[in-house]
């Protein structure tokens, strides 16, 4: 997973389609990704992410993203 401001799909509408599994999250530097960057995750296969209007600073958007995701897998039935 990816987050980028331009994704169409949220991190919450995308965690509550799923089953609970291993994933790996990109978190961009300050200022984000490059275009060449995201062009390669994309031909690569990664699902893009928003995380909604709020830029996080690099420091907290992964724990926040894995927070997220991780109270939303714990309320879906087994």
Do not use: C, Y
């Given at each position: 997973i990816?987050?980028?401001?331009?994704?169409?799909?949220?991190?919450?509408?995308?965690?509550?389609?799923?089953?609970?599994?291993?994933?790996?999250?990109?978190?961009?530097?300050?200022?984000?990704?490059?275009?060449?960057?995201?062009?390669?995750?994309?031909?690569?296969?990664?699902?893009?992410?928003?995380?909604?209007?709020?830029?996080?600073?690099?420091?907290?958007?992964?724990?926040?993203?894995?927070?997220?995701?991780?109270?939303?897998?714990?309320?879906?039935?087994?």
């Amino acid at each position: 997973i990816i987050f980028s401001p331009r994704a169409s799909d949220s991190l919450a509408t995308w965690a509550t389609r799923q089953t609970p599994h291993a994933i790996s999250l990109l978190i961009g530097p300050e200022g984000g990704f490059s275009g060449e960057e995201e062009e390669l995750a994309r031909q690569k296969g990664v699902t893009f992410l928003s995380m909604g209007p709020r830029i996080l600073r690099t420091e907290t958007a992964g724990l926040a993203a894995a927070s997220a995701i991780n109270a939303i897998w714990e309320q879906l039935p087994l």
